[in-house]
């Protein structure tokens, strides 16, 4: 069976400062990941995704990913945070063949960035 | 610029009446769209599958015939809440994806019965 687990349910940072988001997955199969986000009361926004390419993915924002299969995890990780990056982050697998697009959703995390 | 066009963006209604979600692909045509629900603080729950032309496929514990789905045409599935209840009261976001894509949602309609 798939899944994914988000590590933490929120995660706090000063502005200014590194962020790490972490995920880990469970797949049979080689899977592809994503990492959304969510401003409140509206739809998902895709940052990155990562699809059997190059294991480090860059996305929007400054955000980007490293998928490691030895470990089984994919985080999200931004250099310096900005107060327009508080949000709620979801980790998402694509996972098997025959599933026509179903995805399943990590936990979500939410991001607050202080001053 | 915006793929998925969800409508309307919120809605008030009475305790029983009924109330229907738009859910329109813009730049592709999709045999298959995604309902979810999500509470409050938390993730997005798999609600049902439209596919265009039969019926939905809906998810273990989802009532059928509360939350009607109906997906006349390659570019629209719409999600229609019968007889509401404050329960029935969420966050509701469709979405289109292909096998090993990333998926595209709506912006989200933020339903509350009275």
């Known amino acids: 069976a798939q899944s994914v687990t988000q590590l933490d349910s929120h995660v706090s940072v000063s502005e200014g400062t590194p962020v790490l988001l972490r995920c880990n997955y469970s797949?049979?199969?080689?899977?592809?990941l994503f990492w959304y986000v969510q401003h409140p009361n509206k739809g998902l926004q895709l940052l990155l995704k990562y699809t059997s390419a190059a294991t480090l993915v860059k996305g929007i924002n400054g955000f980007e990913a490293e998928f490691k299969k030895s470990e089984t995890s994919f985080h999200l990780t931004k250099p310096s945070a900005h107060m327009s990056d508080a949000a709620e982050y979801f980790c998402?697998?694509?996972?098997?063949?025959?599933?026509?697009?179903?995805?399943?959703f990590g936990q979500g995390t939410e991001l607050s960035v202080k001053p | 610029g915006a793929v998925v066009s969800q409508h309307p963006s919120w809605v008030i209604c009475k305790s029983g009446t009924s109330v229907k979600i738009e859910c329109r692909s813009l730049d592709f045509q999709a045999t298959t769209m995604f309902w979810y629900r999500q509470f409050p603080k938390q993730s997005l729950m798999l609600m049902a599958t439209?596919?265009?032309?039969?019926?939905?496929?809906?998810e273990q514990g989802v009532e059928k015939d509360k939350f009607l789905i109906n997906h006349a045409s390659l570019t629209l599935s719409t999600l229609t809440v019968t007889s509401a209840h404050p329960e029935d009261s969420s966050f509701y976001i469709c979405s289109r994806s292909r096998q090993y894509t990333e998926a595209f949602f709506g912006q989200g309609t933020r339903l509350t019965v009275v």
């Open positions: 797949s049979s199969y080689s899977p592809s």
């Open positions: 439209s596919n265009e032309g039969s019926k939905a496929t809906y």
């Open positions: 998402v697998v694509s996972p098997t063949l025959f599933q026509g697009g179903k995805l399943i």
